[in-house]
C-alpha cells in the first residue's frame, strides 16, 4: 500500500516588543544564543481538532506537568512555523514515542548544562528543545548521530526554515478553508472558540490557571546534525 505520507510542524516562540513581559530565563536564554528565539514545540500530524486546532502538539515547561500531548490554535503573533514533511510511517513513530514520553520531567539541569556541555540526551527527562530534537530524531528527520541535548530553539530555526513545506499556521489555514464554504452564523461560533481559546491561553501566559514558569534551552552553539549546517 502506497504511503499517504505525513508531517509535523514545529512551533517556535520569539520574544515581542515588549520584552520587559517576558520571564527572566527567556531574556538569558535570547542573549545566550544571540537569537529571539526561546521555546519550541511540535505538533505531530495534521489531524485537527474538533474547531479546527492543531492536535498532539507535544511539548514541555519547566513546571510539575512535563512531557505533554496538547491541543492549541497557536494564534498568538509571537509564535511561528515550519511545516516538514516525512512518511505517514515516520509521523506515526514519533507520534507514538511523543505518547511514551507523556508526564517525563522537565530538566532544569539539562537546560544549565547545555550552555557549557550538552548532555546526552538519555529520555528520562527533557527541556523544549531537546523534546523536540528527540522526537525529529525517532522520525528520521534528524540525523541519528545528532545529540537533542544540544538543540536550541535557534539552532532548529536554522536547520529546518530552508526545508519548509508551509509557513503558516496550521489552524488559520483551515479557518480560511472553512469561511469559504461555512455560512455566516457558524464562521462566527468559529470565531467567537477561536477568541476564548485565545484568551484562555493570554490568562495562562499572564499566571492564571496553570502557572508554568519559563522554559528556553540554554544550549551552546552546536549543530545538532551529523554534519554541519550554516
Not at 67 to 77: D, F, K, Q
Request: charged share 20%.
Amino acid at each position: 500500500m502506497a504511503d499517504l505520507g505525513g508531517s509535523v510542524t514545529l512551533i517556535f516562540y520569539k520574544i515581542g516588543d515588549a520584552f520587559w513581559r517576558e520571564p527572566f530565563l527567556n531574556l538569558v536564554a535570547a542573549a545566550v544564543q544571540l537569537s529571539s528565539f526561546t521555546h519550541v514545540e511540535i505538533a505531530i500530524g495534521d489531524e485537527a481538532g474538533a474547531f479546527g486546532q492543531m492536535s498532539n502538539v507535544c511539548r514541555i515547561f519547566n513546571d510539575d506537568v512535563g512531557v505533554e500531548l496538547t491541543s492549541r490554535t497557536g494564534r498568538n503573533p509571537q509564535y511561528s512555523y515550519v511545516q516538514l514533511g516525512c512518511s505517514k510511517a515516520a509521523e506515526q513513530r514519533m507520534l507514538a514515542y511523543s505518547r511514551s514520553l507523556v508526564g517525563r520531567p522537565f530538566s532544569n539541569s539539562g537546560m544549565a548544562r547545555s550552555v557549557f556541555f550538552p548532555r546526552t540526551t538519555d529520555g528520562t527527562s527533557f527541556f523544549c528543545a531537546e523534546l523536540v530534537a528527540a522526537i525529529l530524531k525517532q522520525g528520521g528527520l534528524m540525523s541519528a548521530v545528532s545529540n537533542p541535548g544540544a538543540a536550541t530553539p535557534q539552532s532548529l530555526h536554522r536547520m529546518y526554515r530552508t526545508q519548509a513545506a508551509v509557513t503558516a499556521n496550521p489552524y488559520v489555514l483551515r479557518s480560511i478553508a472553512k469561511q469559504k464554504s461555512t455560512p455566516c452564523e457558524e464562521r462566527a461560533r468559529l470565531i467567537g472558540f477561536a477568541g476564548m481559546l485565545d484568551q484562555q491561553e493570554a490568562r495562562r501566559q499572564r499566571g492564571g490557571g496553570r502557572q508554568r514558569g519559563a522554559s528556553p534551552p540554554r544550549a551552546a552553539f552546536r549543530c545538532v546534525s551529523g554534519t554541519s549546517r550554516r
